[in-house]
């Protein structure tokens, strides 16, 4: 099995060298490069092909949320999953990762052993959020009072079931989780979020997050 390649986009040269040393040491995983700005780390992207970026938010140039949306929109880079990395849990940054296409958002004082375990399941084809934003995400989105509802074409072509199962994905479960409160079994679970992501053409579960809080599938406290 080849090793993950991941690109590091930082603009602090001691939070890049301190990466590259994580990354190095550890069994497959290998640094693909080094980025201090936005706009290198999409040009190495597109040169490098990795696996995975570990994107910053705050750099030059061009900042994180930009780089993210320029590097999800190449299809040329489809194969290129984006983890964003910020030292501030902001709403605002969570909501620009999203849309932007980032397949995960994780604050910057997770400990190393959390950040290889969000690599491996990023590299997998697995959204991740940090736990304890997810549900304040979650509600801090829906309350916004000027947000105007949206459903897209597509959803109207989803199954009740997968409807539910798009709420669920929203609301931070997991397949497991799915299975456990649909009764089902988990590969019947992941079947069901495989046929929803393809039915809206989502990239991965993130893109189906963005989707469920937009529509209203999503509503705090319910």
């Known amino acids: 099995m080849s090793a993950i390649r991941v690109l590091l986009a930082d603009d602090q040269a001691l939070v890049r060298a301190g990466f590259s040393a994580l990354l190095d040491n550890e069994d497959g995983i290998d640094v693909a490069g080094v980025a201090a700005d936005g706009a290198e780390a999409v040009d190495l992207a597109r040169t490098e092909r990795p696996d995975i970026v570990l994107m910053d938010v705050r750099m030059p140039r061009m900042d994180g949320l930009e780089a993210t949306a320029a590097i999800t929109a190449d299809p040329a880079l489809a194969g290129t999953r984006v983890i964003v990395l910020t030292t501030f849990e902001l709403d605002e940054y969570v909501f620009g990762a999203l849309r932007a296409g ?9 400990e190393p052993v959390e950040l290889l375990a969000a690599i491996r399941v990023v590299a997998g084809g697995e959204a991740l959020i940090a736990p ?9 989105f829906a309350a916004q009072p000027e947000r105007a509802l949206r459903e897209p074409v597509e959803l109207s072509e989803l199954t009740d079931r997968e409807r539910e199962v798009l709420a669920l994905v929203g609301q931070g479960l997991s397949n497991q989780e799915i299975a456990a409160e649909l009764i089902v079994s988990p590969l019947t679970a992941k079947t069901h ?10 990239r991965d579960r993130a893109q189906l997050v963005v989707t469920a809080y937009e529509s209203g599938l999503v509503v705090p406290g319910g």
């Open 102 to 110: 980032a397949s995960g958002f994780l604050l910057k004082d997770l």
């Open 132 to 140: 304890r934003v997810t549900r304040r995400l979650i509600e801090a």
């Open 193 to 202: 979020v495989s046929r929803t992501m393809n039915k809206l053409g989502a």
